[in-house]
């Protein structure tokens, strides 16, 4: 079993900068690819930005050249540096993670983002 708990979300101008953590616990050691998704209301969670257990990345399109995802494996943490806010980047954001051995995907229980104008 592998436990996320997400933080430091909340509210932000527009143009301001957030920076999300996601900490693992449990059966860390065997996680593999992790991720960020956000979800608004009414609607189905999307995929931001993605990491591998060896550091590759992948982003949406709607947040490259503004959020940088980064994992530390020693310290089962996970953030997500998010710059230049927009009001639409308003969301709950979430933290997944694969195990691969056991196919099982984990999720955190959510932080809010809010960007006002």
């Known amino acids: 079993q592998v436990q996320l708990v997400e933080s430091g979300g909340g509210l932000v101008r527009a143009g301001g900068s957030l920076r999300l953590s996601c900490a693992a616990s449990?059966?860390?050691?065997?996680?593999?690819?992790m991720a960020w998704f956000l979800q608004t209301p009414g609607k189905q969670r999307e995929y931001v930005a993605g990491i591998t257990v060896g550091g590759s990345t992948n982003y949406a399109d709607s947040v490259k050249g503004r959020f940088t995802i980064s994992r530390d494996n020693a310290k089962n943490m996970m953030y997500l540096q998010m710059n230049s806010l927009k009001p639409e980047d308003t969301a709950v954001y979430y933290c997944r993670a694969v195990v691969t051995i056991t196919s099982n995907t984990y999720w955190g229980q959510g932080t809010q983002v809010t960007v006002s104008l």
């Open positions: 449990g059966s860390s050691f065997s996680i593999s690819d």
